[in-house]
């Protein structure tokens, strides 16, 4: 079987990548919307995640299932981020997570506007795309 991805369902950009921004959040920060606001505090339009750590006090994903979104929540305090990758663009920002509950069990799906606050500290580094 062989998977055929229509370009309608892709697209290619070109660019070089540019300043890089490593950050700390404090508690009780979004993810999200901190990311956009380094980005615009460095005059940065779009940016890669690069990678991240740290923890979360609870956590809400979301990803596509069969019959359309659905959403998990992750009870904390103390989720923990064990990857984490998206583009930051304000207002558009996607980012993927993975993440751990206090007993080890394993998460997955996009991180969800303004649910997502720093539990201690999340460490997060960001990287300026300049498309040609």
């Known amino acids: ?23 700390r959040l404090k ?5 999200v919307e901190s990311a956009e606001a380094l980005c615009a505090a460095h ?6 995640v690069r990678g991240g ?3 979360l006090i609870d956590a809400r994903l979301q990803y596509l299932g ?4 659905k959403t998990i929540e992750v009870a904390g305090p103390g989720v923990e981020i064990l990857s984490i990758s998206g583009e930051v663009r304000a207002g558009e920002t996607q ?6 509950d206090a007993d080890g069990k394993l998460y997955a799906g996009r991180m969800e506007r303004g649910h997502n606050l720093s539990f201690i500290t999340i460490e997060l580094t960001l990287q300026e795309w300049l498309p040609d």
Do not use: F, Y
């Open 53 to 55: 750590l740290g923890s």
């Open 66 to 69: 069969r019959s359309g979104m």
């Open 95 to 100: 980012l993927q997570a993975v993440v751990a």
């Open 27 to 31: 508690p009780n920060e979004d993810l």
């Open 43 to 48: 005059g940065i339009h779009t940016a890669v």
């Open 1 to 23: 079987m062989s998977a055929v991805i229509s370009e309608q369902e892709s697209s290619v950009q070109s660019g070089k990548l540019g300043r890089l921004v490593v950050a």
